[in-house]
């Protein structure tokens, strides 16, 4: 039997190509018939709807209270398809909006209330859209870290942030990659001030508010003020929150997990490569299981892998020769990995 550290994705991973994921591979009607209930009772549209419909609407399906719904469905049904007789999860974690996945997965949060936070959370994001973020990498296209880089890039950031008018913060440190989070006069500043590299950065992140940022404070209070203490319970799994801490089995502190949650969670930087580096480092795991919809995280993972040193790795030919070799990172979002998980 392998070990597992299931990984869940974030906002952003649900696009046209991902279209019909629920039908395809959600693996009971059951759940997915409770969910579209409580979309109708919410006034919003159904999942099955949304998932089934004919064509993708960038518009429509990216907006936060609809992105949030699909992709917490999809990776829920995900770790639901995993073959556990053969695979042993020994913890979770998730990237952003991906946390409140993991405390489904990893027991904190029933499915159905996973869903009532995941869908409310979002619901309150969109509503008040308060930002937004960008994409920029730190590392080379070979994967190579580049510190000297990284620094200047943070300096810049405080720089602007520092300017009257101007919001500019890390959002979330992924991988290779930082996502900054900051009103339009920030957003604006930084991609004034960097050079356009990899013929698509900096990425102004579509229907994306400045999350993980002080920002989104208002955002938080509406949380706290909608969704009870009471939903959470003592995990199954040891679940690695967006700080890199562990909250374990039977003994985790449900007042400080839910004041987390909807509290600094929601409004400091999600350390995203920290997550991932404790996750190797204190599982050592046989593989990271990605769960879906898409697969867009899986640079992430392998960008944060290397940072780790995890197993000798120093750039993409190193993780592509272990990856070919024995995959030690599986997307279930990618038919062709699927297979070796479910």
């Known amino acids: ?92 974690t998730g990237n952003s909006m991906g946390w409140y996945s993991a405390l489904a997965c990893g027991g904190a949060l029933t499915s159905e209330d996973g869903f009532r936070v995941a869908n409310t959370m979002g619901t309150l994001m969109q509503e008040a859209l308060i930002g937004g973020q960008l994409i920029y990498p730190w590392i080379d296209e070979d994967w190579v870290p580049q510190p000297g ?8 950031a405080a720089d602007i942030d ?10 979330i440190d992924l991988g290779g990659m930082f996502v900054l989070a900051g009103n339009n006069a920030g957003l604006q500043a930084f991609e004034d001030a960097v050079e356009p590299t990899q013929g698509r950065f900096p990425m102004r992140l579509g229907n994306h508010a400045a999350f993980h940022s002080h920002l989104q404070r208002p955002v938080a209070a509406r949380g706290r003020a909608v969704l009870s203490p009471d939903l959470f319970q003592q995990p199954d799994l040891p679940l690695i929150d967006g700080r890199g801490a562990i909250w374990w089995p039977e003994a985790s502190n449900l007042s400080a997990l839910y004041n987390y949650t909807l509290g600094q969670q929601v409004t400091n930087t999600y350390d995203f490569t920290r997550a991932i580096t404790i996750a190797a480092r204190e599982f050592a795991p046989d593989l990271f299981i990605l769960t879906g919809p898409g697969a867009t995280l899986g640079g992430a993972v392998a960008q944060s892998l290397i940072l780790a040193n995890w197993r000798g790795l120093d750039g993409k030919s190193s993780f592509k020769s272990i990856q070919d070799d024995q995959p030690m990172l599986v997307s279930m979002g990618m038919e062709d990995q699927r297979g070796l998980v479910t």
């Open 1 to 92: 039997m392998k070990t597992a550290v299931v990984i869940c994705p974030g906002r952003g991973t649900y696009s046209a190509t991902e279209l019909g994921y629920l039908y395809r591979h959600f693996p009971g009607p059951g759940l997915l018939a409770t969910f579209d209930r409580m979309r109708e009772q919410a006034g919003q549209d159904t999942l099955s709807s949304l998932d089934g419909a004919s064509r993708y609407s960038l518009a429509k399906h990216s907006r936060g209270d609809n992105a949030s719904a699909l992709i917490f469905a999809a990776t829920v049904g995900d770790f639901q398809s995993i073959a556990r007789e053969d695979i042993e999860v020994v913890a979770v």
């Open 162 to 171: 520092a300017r009257k008018d101007h919001d500019l913060t890390l959002s």
């Open 149 to 156: 880089r990284r620094a200047a890039l943070l300096a810049l």
